[in-house]
């Protein structure tokens, strides 16, 4: 067994050797894209899960599929300490830069230019040319995009942009990673573009990933979001899918899996893609022949376990306050979840009404989400095993 011929690689949006089990997905987001094309109205898509699930993963296949079929795309991740603007203007940039090389003079292409431009010098929540360096030597489009009310601004940026877009018979793909961390007001803002954009027939399609918290984040934002949107589940694989995934990368090698270590590796991962890629590699390096077995997948495990410990769970744990921990261990005692927070409160012996600050903190950070009013749950799979490890104590914190 050859280290070096080791086909799996876990890692954050590492595309994994058989790409199983999304298949449906992808052929909706394809004829999404399509229709855009052929100037047929879709909606855009914001794909839902949890982590470790592989959205990045899938919005980087997104990214390619859109360039082959001739979109210009601009592929965003939101951090949690940039605005909306900040994370907007470097690839629209860019794509107006790439509508700008093509043959012929284009009035819009040339507008698009001096609406960014406004849209970055002027307004309280514009972006300074000092923190973005757009390089664009050219007059604004003074009273459109400055207004410095986010809603009318990025409406009308899209807008120029799209018109951009249509003027070279092009389409453009907006591909944005990690939609929850925008604050409501900044995705009451996206929503509101991309409506005007519907609205006025414009190439451009929004597709997105995000937590499960961003379906009651849009719902706050805009009330229409639902009918602009379509919110698809990401889930673990089924046990089929699973299987595909493990085996198929390992038979091009010339290696098989037993049926026993194939079906301890999905106990252990709960079906998770990332968890699948960790335990298969591991289990690889553990075996010493073919075919891999059972006992290789128990040695794997506590490598698997390590190491998720010390880099996944790990940077994630070291984010959070005191607090904060005391509230996930407590979560944790009662098991992977969803809990009511009544109950959270009490395993540590608090008030509900009292820890609901450190709740709202957490959800804001990504590390729970509330799938029913009252509930909480880990975005993390199979992090209250972590934090029943890291912090080894009674269950009564």
Same mark, same amino acid.
């Given at each position: 067994?050859?280290?070096?011929?080791?086909?799996?690689?876990?890692?954050?949006?590492?595309?994994?050797?058989?790409?199983?089990?999304?298949?449906?997905?992808?052929?909706?987001?394809?004829?999404?894209?399509?229709?855009?094309?052929?100037?047929?109205?879709?909606?855009?898509?914001?794909?839902?899960?949890?982590?470790?699930?592989?959205?990045?993963?899938?919005?980087?296949?997104?990214?390619?599929?859109?360039?082959?079929?001739?979109?210009?795309?601009?592929?965003?991740?939101?951090?949690?300490?940039?605005?909306?603007?900040?994370?907007?203007?470097?690839?629209?940039?860019?794509?107006?830069?790439?509508?700008?090389?093509?043959?012929?003079?284009?009035?819009?292409?040339?507008?698009?230019?001096?609406?960014?431009?406004?849209?970055?010098?002027?307004?309280?929540?514009?972006?300074?040319?000092?923190?973005?360096?757009?390089?664009?030597?050219?007059?604004?489009?003074?009273?459109?995009?400055?207004?410095?009310?986010?809603?009318?601004?990025?409406?009308?940026?899209?807008?120029?942009?799209?018109?951009?877009?249509?003027?070279?018979?092009?389409?453009?793909?907006?591909?944005?990673?990690?939609?929850?961390?925008?604050?409501?007001?900044?995705?009451?803002?996206?929503?509101?573009?991309?409506?005007?954009?519907?609205?006025?027939?414009?190439?451009?399609?929004?597709?997105?990933?995000?937590?499960?918290?961003?379906?009651?984040?849009?719902?706050?934002?805009?009330?229409?979001?639902?009918?602009?949107?379509?919110?698809?589940?990401? *889930? /673990?694989?089924?046990?089929?899918?699973?299987?595909? +995934?493990?085996?198929?990368? #390992? &038979?091009?090698?010339? !290696?098989?899996? %037993?049926?026993?270590?194939?079906?301890?590796?999905?106990?252990?991962?709960?079906?998770?893609?990332?968890?699948?890629?960790?335990?298969?590699?591991?289990?690889?390096?553990?075996?010493?022949?073919?075919?891999?077995?059972?006992?290789?997948?128990?040695?794997?495990?506590?490598?698997?376990?390590?190491?998720?410990?010390?880099?996944?769970?790990?940077?994630?744990?070291?984010?959070?306050?005191?607090?904060?921990?005391?509230?996930?261990?407590?979560?944790?005692?009662? *098991? /992977?979840?969803?809990?009511?927070?009544?109950?959270? +409160?009490?395993?540590?012996? #608090? &008030?509900?009404?009292? !820890?609901?600050? %450190?709740?709202?903190?957490?959800?804001?950070?990504?590390?729970?989400?509330?799938?029913?009013?009252?509930?909480?749950?880990?975005?993390?799979?199979?992090?209250?095993?972590?934090?029943?490890?890291?912090?080894?104590?009674?269950?009564?914190?």
């Amino acid at each position: 067994m050859n280290p070096v011929r080791n086909p799996y690689g876990p890692g954050a949006g590492t595309p994994p050797p058989e790409l199983s089990g999304r298949t449906r997905i992808l052929t909706d987001v394809s004829i999404a894209l399509q229709r855009k094309l052929a100037n047929r109205p879709d909606k855009s898509v914001i794909l839902v899960g949890l982590r470790g699930v592989g959205k990045t993963v899938l919005l980087n296949r997104i990214d390619e599929d859109a360039r082959h079929l001739g979109f210009r795309t601009a592929m965003i991740e939101v951090s949690e300490n940039k605005p909306l603007p900040q994370v907007l203007v470097p690839m629209l940039r860019t794509i107006l830069y790439e509508f700008d090389r093509m043959e012929g003079l284009s009035e819009a292409v040339k507008r698009g230019f001096r609406v960014l431009r406004s849209f970055v010098g002027r307004g309280r929540v514009s972006v300074q040319m000092g923190e973005i360096d757009i390089g664009l030597a050219i007059d604004p489009e003074i009273g459109t995009a400055d207004s410095g009310d986010l809603d009318t601004d990025v409406s009308q940026l899209f807008v120029a942009i799209g018109e951009a877009a249509a003027s070279r018979k092009a389409a453009i793909a907006l591909i944005i990673d990690e939609l929850q961390y925008l604050e409501e007001h900044e995705f009451a803002a996206l929503i509101m573009a991309i409506h005007r954009i519907t609205q006025r027939n414009l190439p451009v399609l929004l597709v997105g990933a995000a937590l499960p918290t961003v379906r009651g984040l849009a719902g706050r934002a805009k009330s229409y979001a639902e009918r602009l949107f379509d919110f698809p589940t990401i *889930g /673990p694989l089924v046990d089929s899918d699973a299987y595909e +995934a493990i085996q198929v990368p #390992a &038979k091009r090698e010339g !290696v098989c899996f %037993t049926a026993e270590a194939l079906a301890a590796i999905q106990e252990k991962t709960q079906g998770y893609p990332y968890f699948l890629q960790e335990w298969a590699y591991q289990a690889w390096n553990a075996a010493s022949v073919s075919p891999i077995t059972e006992q290789d997948v128990r040695t794997a495990t506590q490598s698997s376990i390590k190491r998720l410990d010390e880099s996944f769970f790990r940077v994630r744990f070291d984010r959070l306050t005191n607090a904060e921990k005391t509230y996930l261990r407590a979560m944790a005692s009662l *098991g /992977p979840g969803p809990h009511r927070s009544s109950d959270i +409160a009490a395993a540590y012996g #608090a &008030k509900a009404t009292s !820890v609901g600050p %450190t709740r709202a903190t957490l959800i804001s950070k990504g590390m729970i989400y509330s799938p029913a009013h009252g509930d909480a749950a880990f975005t993390v799979p199979l992090f209250d095993e972590f934090m029943r490890r890291a912090m080894p104590f009674e269950d009564r914190v």
